[in-house]
């Protein structure tokens, strides 16, 4: 194994140029998944560069899924730290390169100009300390936007544990801020991460929540005078799984809390990928893609349709299937739950009915208004009819064997009741 000193990284990049150094980095930075930009909106300034409006800036996809930016890399592969999944670990025998924040502002404004992006993912190897890197994310990111006015994306990674005054300043100039949690536990860090506690990892992410809700309550209580607005497309995370044994109902606990406490825009889950003469703690196999998946369909349940973690897995079976989509398992599993009868039954209730999708939602709910929906109504929206069939009701359908049901005697809407005693309809 490899340990470089920075006085040896500094001498080896001095041999390189630009092209070599973007070689090295943007290939080191693709393990990161937290790239995908959105709900920024920054317009360019009279005679400034670049213009961030709307969703889905700067983001590209990788042939095996995993989103990218075009220009999306690290400021240097050298780590100070020595996290065992990690290839830019200190005792990864890699080539190491090293930007200087001037070169990351010239190569953005470079591929800018020539329209190959359209922002930066801009993240970090530990170098010297915490603070010291995040000044050189900071220098980047604030030449950019003041030097040349640039209006793109730019999302920062911030370094847990450096001074909360740098991660006031990082959010005057970036769109969006993340610190990553790497693992889903604290016992994980211990294993895999030793230097990193989930504590200060927090401790980073409260400082950007506390810091994106002053500013967003600032913005609110002066309309006119527009204070500067801290990273307007809010935080996320990554974190890898399957690097330990930790079960994904852990997982989606973590996933819980971090929404709930910091309220992060995304969590993204990154499947353990084994290296050559990877550490013996490390599992020999790759997380499988389809698991990778099932978190983020879980994830998307959590957010958008209203299911709490605790539901999709359970503590004799804490795994995700890997063959069935886990709101498809949640309504196998919940007979009583169903049929749901789509002209009647509330939001809530829909929502978990597999094969229609929270957008179809609202669009049944606005239609239901003026007439019942029938069979082919639901095929014109393009809900997945042959997946929803066993679950739910319509005038031209009732699924087999579910049998009209007498309608309690409460008025109270019970999401957890059979969606016949909320609708009384059947
Ligand atoms: S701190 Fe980040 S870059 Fe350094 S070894 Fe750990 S995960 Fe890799």
Not at 6 to 13: C, I, T, V
Not at 279 to 300: G, V
């Amino acid at each position: 194994m490899l340990h470089l000193s920075f006085a040896k990284l500094k001498a080896a990049d001095a041999m390189m140029n630009t092209q070599q150094k973007l070689e090295i980095l943007a290939d080191a930075a693709k393990y990161d998944a937290s790239c995908a930009s959105s709900g920024a909106k920054r317009k360019a300034t009279p005679g400034g560069l670049g213009n961030s409006d709307g969703e889905g800036i700067c983001h590209s996809y990788t042939p095996d899924g995993r989103c990218v930016s075009l220009l999306k890399i690290l400021l240097t592969n050298f780590c100070t730290y020595d996290c065992v999944f990690c290839v830019n670990r200190v005792s990864s025998d890699i080539q190491r390169a090293r930007f200087t924040p001037e070169e990351v502002v010239n190569l953005t404004l470079d591929f800018y100009k020539r329209n190959y992006i359209e922002g930066l993912f801009l993240s970090s190897g530990i170098i010297q300390s915490p603070d010291y890197t995040m000044e050189q994310l900071i220098q980047v990111a604030r030449t950019l936007r003041q030097v040349h006015k640039f209006g793109g994306y730019i999302h920062l990674k911030t370094i847990p544990g450096c001074d909360e005054r740098l991660i006031a300043q990082a959010g005057l100039y970036a769109d969006r801020l993340s610190a990553n949690i790497e693992l889903p536990t604290q016992s994980d860090l211990v294993q895999l991460a030793p230097e990193k506690k989930s504590s200060v990892i927090e401790t980073t992410m409260n400082q950007i929540h506390v810091r994106k809700q002053e500013s967003d309550e600032d913005r609110k209580k002066s309309p006119n005078r527009k204070p500067a607005s801290f990273a307007a497309a809010g935080q996320s995370t990554q974190m890898v799984v399957g690097a330990t044994s930790t079960s994904d109902r852990q997982i989606l606990s973590t996933a819980t809390h971090l929404y709930g406490e910091y309220k992060l825009k995304r969590i993204y889950y990154t499947g353990f990928s084994p290296y050559p003469e990877a550490d013996s703690r490390l599992p020999l196999k790759a997380t499988p893609l389809i698991r990778e998946h099932r978190l983020y369909q879980s994830d998307w349940l959590m957010r958008f349709y209203g299911f709490d973690a605790t539901e999709l897995t359970t503590d004799e079976n804490p795994s995700l299937s890997l063959t069935e989509d886990p709101k498809t398992t949640w309504a196998r599993t919940h007979p009583e739950f169903f049929p749901v009868d789509v002209n009647a039954a509330p939001r809530e209730a829909i929502l978990r009915v597999p094969g229609i999708g929270y957008r179809n939602v609202e669009r049944i709910l606005s239609i239901r208004r003026y007439h019942q929906l029938v069979l082919d109504d639901l095929r014109k929206l393009n809900v997945r009819v042959k997946q929803a069939l066993p679950y739910l009701i319509t005038p031209d359908h009732i699924p087999t064997g579910a049998a009209p049901k007498e309608e309690p005697a409460t008025t109270q809407m019970d999401l957890f009741a059979p969606v016949s005693a909320l609708t009384g309809s059947i």
